[in-house]
């Protein structure tokens, strides 16, 4: 199983990106699908989380801001981040709670989020 994040960069302050994660591999079901995120010196920490029956959660900083979504034909997860500030600045770690032959959690290659002021 792999998880594929992409469309992190670099945005002003105020601007918006949008976040992918594709799950590959042989997969029997995914449960959640999300992603944290770290700055520099600072522990990871939850930014959206979402299940497959489409429960979520928002890391209180991003909630109002922040849109998690996913398509589970394509098993593609999307955060659309709007507003973004430059708290925002970090490494963005794609995570899913996947089915193969067990379920176990898997993490993405981190993609790199910078907001400038």
């Known amino acids: 199983v792999q998880l594929q994040a992409s469309g992190g960069g670099l945005v002003q302050a105020g601007g918006s990106l949008r976040l992918s994660c594709a799950a590959s591999?042989?997969?029997?079901?995914?449960?959640?699908m999300g992603w944290y995120r770290q700055a520099p010196g600072k522990q990871r920490e939850l930014v959206a989380i979402?299940?497959?029956?489409?429960?979520?959660k928002y890391g209180d900083s991003v909630k109002g801001r922040f849109t998690i979504s996913r398509e589970n034909a394509k098993k593609t997860a999307y955060l659309q981040m709007n507003s973004l500030k430059p708290e925002d600045t970090g490494v963005y770690y794609c995570h899913g709670a996947i089915t193969t032959y067990t379920r176990r959690e898997y993490w993405g290659q981190g993609t790199q989020v910078t907001v400038s002021s």
């Open positions: 979402i299940t497959n029956g489409g429960v979520i």
């Open positions: 591999g042989n997969i029997f079901s995914i449960n959640d």
